[in-house]
């Protein structure tokens, strides 16, 4: 039986799947306004849920994040450079891609916890306050760049969201133990 969870196929999305936007759409340029992002993945979000219910989607959307995590952090960031240099680079990609504001609340060196919080997010900033945290994605997306730099196994937890009626997300990122 199909499983989805049993992740045995190779990912068929690479870096290169996304194209050459700027030659692609000369007039038109790289960027788009944010509702149209939303649109798109809130509609899939929905369909995914009829279909496989809300867990389901919410691991799909954690996975999604984790893959799109990996390959940002292998095209986008210098992954030699030491960890202060790295959050600062981090900062700027994702402050320059308008993805969000990212501010490192805490970081032990010991433990590789960490608490981090993106402010303006590109997914939850300004939407109704349903109680329920939402930026799943983001969490599989932090946890990916944290993985490919740390070379560890991350699990990262949204713990306030613009949808809990906070002004920031709030993300405990852990090692797997
Ligand atoms: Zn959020």
Known sequence: MFNIFENTDENKFSWDSIGDVIDGRKNLGEEMPVFVYRLFQFTIKDELAKRFGNETTI????NAGRLAGIEFANHMLDLDLPFNEFTAQLQK???????????????DAETGEA??????DLDCS???????TVCNYDEGFLAGVLQVYTKKDYIVTEIDCWATGSRV??????IKS
């Open 126 to 132: 300004g939407l109704p306050i349903t109680g329920e």
């Open 115 to 120: 608490v981090l919080t993106i402010g303006e």
């Open 169 to 174: 997300c709030r993300f405990e990122a852990k």
């Open 93 to 107: 990609v994702l402050e320059d891609s308008k993805i969000g504001i990212l501010r490192i609340e805490k970081f």
């Open 59 to 62: 691991q799909i959307f954690r």
